[in-house]
């Protein structure tokens, strides 16, 4: 037996709380709305980095690369001083959104290297420089710098030349649920001696300093000394738990309680405070810690003097203390034996890649995967009311940022889309990570999708929570074919969870409902009103109402809510097949999507579909008249995700279905010409049936564009806006002014949304997914009868199963090593000659789509780690 699909199932049956722990503690609180209590709703001015240290968080805690159990209770974390740094560093550092040129910007270099489902073993590497950190300079550089201008990074100040700093690799492996061995250990890079300061610090979040009681409040909890390199920690809910430190020079003792007089001017209550370790070690400042050997946050300093090429480590010990001595323990036979078993289980998960660099990428994306989830705590009617102990909230602020979210209670560990950048979670990229996690730990993943539907997140009119900076925005709907796809990746037909299927459906329903009364406002199946995840592709800011009395019919909209239709289709057909009271609604669902369908194709003529340039665009309506805005964006490749193919033998055997759908075959045979409408495939004896908005004529002109290398085929996947704009572009006169798009192929040089994403050319890997497995539903359908020149004009002739393992193929490729030792994500930089960096990756949040090398959130492993499918298919197609 595998050990970890052991323990997975000893997790999943409640046996033994195997998840118990794990790298919940979080990369950054400071900058999060839930922290801001200002009157303005400014999140990072209000909690800065420079407050990190000394203040203490009220919703969560974060660390460098630690672990808390699932609670958040008692957290864990290493901080480190290189003797020259102005600060302990124990967070990683990074720019606030409006410091940075392209938004807010870690500037460390973090890896996160291994970890199991379980987190029996986890391996993570950070380069800590051995200059003092250039805080300043980082600031204000980037400040500096315009958007049309690249990100100033810590690499670009040159900290790293000569190999001055050194890698700390810091691993966790678990002896028992209750019992942990750390282990850091830090390798000097550079050129001469160096010294370097260990702080591994054990802390509990501070629950006892608001006047609140009920459920997460308990009585204030307490670390103290036994011994002279062992601490004691008791919590009410968790227990008492053991830190053994062998070989500490000293225990450190303080509180987690904010420093009053450091960030606000007023004396603290009480002399021990959160930034006292700094205070102690950097300023020499002996009477900052407490002499009694007590406190709620308490370190073990460890100190160390690496010559060049050297390297030494320290192991710790985190475990539940019954009271008596702890068995002894062989620490590293469990940490072998659990890099052993890490081997085994990836050896079965990653099977399908077949070739060494892409076994190390793929492990390397489902290791950041698992390192991003992570406690998140948020009442919004606590977080609006205030705390007794504290000052009042500002006037105002009942109406504030999610003032109508007041029934939101958030106290989960939830899949993050990266931990620094974005430490809070957002709907549609949650379904993304579901995908890659269903692999790896399907009981995880059906939770997460069954949590974010139930009713202490989703509003009781049926509006799901977007992301904590408007839990009200609109991101793609896209959780029902989340909930589809994993439903069907997690068992073979016959064994499959229809338990979570039927519950899943049930509060989908919910959500689908809101959607067609609030986004459909004429009813006339066109869909407008958000933003809907593509934050600047379009002319407006389309989360911001319009000016005058515009109006915008976004095709993408349109889209997703014919592909929401078809998976809630497809779902009740399934559930159909042991519960005919699904038929009736099967056939609301194809119903409704004939009618979105005819609508995206013809109404008002030719609906969103341009006839003269064979493309979907977005309508502007404006006093009666309606024209298309010909922007060429990903916008107007979303309709053809928007297909299903089903099998005639299913639909037979349900007769209600069957009965409703001969109507339809009877008397709607106009919407024929329009859309792939029932059309029926005799080929090789199996007859399917196709829904899908495109025609095949109008899908084979999309696709036109699609696989042209001028418009949106890139070497790297698809372009979210097509190459033709970088010499045309579209501009609007609207209001007194122009407004233009073009084409960027790399960050965004506008501030539309923020201007930390940009959706105007560069490659996504979430809807480059969605076309690659559209395109390969088509096939299904189509087979070998419909071929297509990819890339356009090249006389190469593929079939769309080919033509998405070409796409999938150039997607792989950004990740992939070429002769020069160089993959394309990296851009120019030491990772291809150093051979201590050369190993490592990292999962960008987009790529720029004429080089491949990574952007935005550098740890956003979450849907980039979608690649892992595309390195199986080539492996597969390669054997």
Request: overall charge negative.
């Amino acid at each position: 037996m595998i050990a970890e699909l052991v323990r997975l199932a000893e997790a999943g049956r409640r046996e033994k709380n195997w998840k118990r722990w794990g790298p919940y503690l979080s990369e950054r609180q400071w900058g999060t709305v839930r922290e801001d209590y200002s009157a303005e709703g400014d999140c990072w001015a209000y909690f800065p980095h420079d407050h990190a240290r000394s203040r203490a968080y009220r919703w969560g805690e974060d660390g460098l690369m630690g672990i808390c159990d699932r609670e958040g209770r008692l957290c864990f974390a290493p901080a480190f001083w290189n003797g020259r740094d102005p600060i302990l560093k124990e967070r990683l550092f990074g720019l606030s959104g409006p410091e940075g040129n392209h938004g807010e910007d870690v500037k460390e270099y973090y890896y996160y290297l291994d970890s199991t489902p379980t987190y029996a073993y986890l391996k993570a590497l950070y380069k800590y420089p051995q200059a003092a950190f250039p805080y300043a300079l980082l600031v204000d550089e980037n400040h500096r710098r315009g958007r049309d201008q690249p990100e100033f990074e810590l690499e670009d100040t040159g900290i790293f030349e000569e190999g001055r700093y050194f890698d700390i690799l810091i691993e966790y492996a678990k002896a028992a649920p209750d019992d942990l061995l750390i282990r850091i250990t830090a390798a000097n890079r550079g050129p001469e001696r160096a010294p370097l300061f260990l702080l591994p610090t054990l802390w509990f979040r501070n629950t006892w300093s608001w006047g609140r009681e009920g459920e997460g409040y308990w009585p204030k909890p307490r670390i103290s000394r036994t011994g002279d390199t062992t601490l004691v920690a008791e919590h009410a809910s968790l227990g008492k738990f053991r830190l053994e430190a062998e070989g500490a020079a000293q225990l450190l003792f303080t509180e987690n309680e904010t420093d009053m007089e450091r960030v606000f001017g007023v004396e603290s209550p009480g002399p021990y405070v959160k930034d006292a370790f700094h205070a102690f070690l950097i300023e020499g400042r002996a009477d900052s810690v407490n002499p009694r050997g007590e406190g709620t946050k308490a370190a073990a300093v460890y100190r160390m003097e690496l010559e060049p090429g050297a390297s030494a480590g320290i192991q710790l010990r985190l475990c539940a203390d019954d009271g008596g001595d702890s068995a002894p323990l062989d620490a590293g036979q469990v940490f072998q034996q659990r890099q052993r078993e890490a081997d085994e289980y990836y050896a079965i998960r990653l099977r399908k890649c077949t070739s060494d660099a892409s076994r190390r990428i793929a492990r390397q994306a489902s290791a950041g995967l698992l390192w991003s989830k992570q406690f998140y705590y948020y009442s919004v009617e606590q977080w609006l009311e205030g705390d007794p102990t504290q000052p009042a909230p500002p006037p105002g602020r009942e109406l504030g940022r999610n003032h109508d979210w007041k029934h939101l209670y958030n106290r989960d560990v939830i899949s993050m889309p990266d931990n620094w950048e974005f430490p809070w979670y957002a709907a549609w990229d949650l379904a993304f990570h579901m995908i890659p996690f269903a692999r790896l730990d399907p009981d995880f993943a059906k939770e997460q999708l069954v949590l974010l539907l139930r009713e202490w997140y989703m509003r009781p009119n049926g509006q799901s929570p977007a992301y904590e900076f408007a839990f009200g925005d609109v991101n793609p709907p896209v959780h029902a074919w989340a909930c589809w796809r994993v439903y069907k990746i997690t068992g073979q037909r016959g064994g499959r969870d229809r338990v979570f299927l039927g519950r899943v459906f049930q509060k989908l329903l919910i959500n689908f409902t809101w959607w067609v009364n609030r986004k459909d406002v004429a009813g006339q199946n066109i869909f407008s009103g958000g933003f809907l995840g593509l934050d600047n592709i379009g002319v407006f800011d389309r989360s911001q109402p319009l000016p005058g009395n515009l109006v915008l019919e976004q095709a993408d909209g349109t889209a997703w809510m014919a592909f929401y239709c078809l998976t809630m289709l497809s779902m009740a057909l399934e559930l159909a097949r042991e519960d005919p009271a699904y038929e009736d609604v099967a056939s609301k669902f194809f119903e409704h999507f004939v009618a979105i369908a005819s609508a995206t194709n013809t109404l008002g003529g030719t609906g969103l579909w341009n006839e003269a340039d064979g493309f979907y665009y977005d309508q502007l309506r404006m006093d009666g008249t309606t024209f298309p805005m010909r922007v060429r964006s990903a916008v107007g490749l979303l309709p053809l995700i928007a297909a299903e193919v089903l099998d005639e033998d299913v639909i037979a055997a349900l007769p209600g279905f069957c009965k409703r759908l001969a109507w339809f075959l009877d008397n709607r045979k106009d919407l024929g010409r329009q859309i792939s409408y029932m059309e029926q495939d005799n080929s090789a004896g199996h007859k399917h049936r196709l829904l899908a908005i495109p025609s095949r004529e109008r899908l084979l002109r999309t696709l036109r564009y699609m696989l042209d290398e001028n418009e949106f085929l890139s070497p790297y996947g698809i372009r979210s806006l097509s190459k033709f704009h970088q010499d045309h572009p579209y501009i609007l006169e609207t209001d007194g002014s122009n407004r233009k798009v073009d084409y960027e192929p790399a960050e965004s040089t506008t501030a539309l949304f923020g201007g930390n994403s940009n959706w105007r050319g560069p490659i996504w890997f979430p809807l480059n997914y969605l076309w690659i497995e559209a395109l390969e539903r088509y096939h299904h359908f189509y087979g070998d009868n419909l071929r297509v020149e990819c890339p356009t004009g090249s006389g190469r002739m593929l079939n769309l199963k080919e033509v998405a393992g070409e796409l999938m193929s150039r997607l792989a490729h950004i990740f992939l090593p070429g002769d020069d030792g160089r993959a394309p994500w990296q851009g120019e930089s030491r990772y291809a000659q150093d051979p201590h960096w050369r190993d490592l990756v990292l999962f960008h949040e987009y790529f720029n789509a004429d080089t491949g090398r990574g952007l935005g959130a550098s740890h956003q492993t979450g849907w980039t780690s979608l690649v892992i499918r595309c390195l199986e298919d080539m492996a597969r197609r390669k054997s």
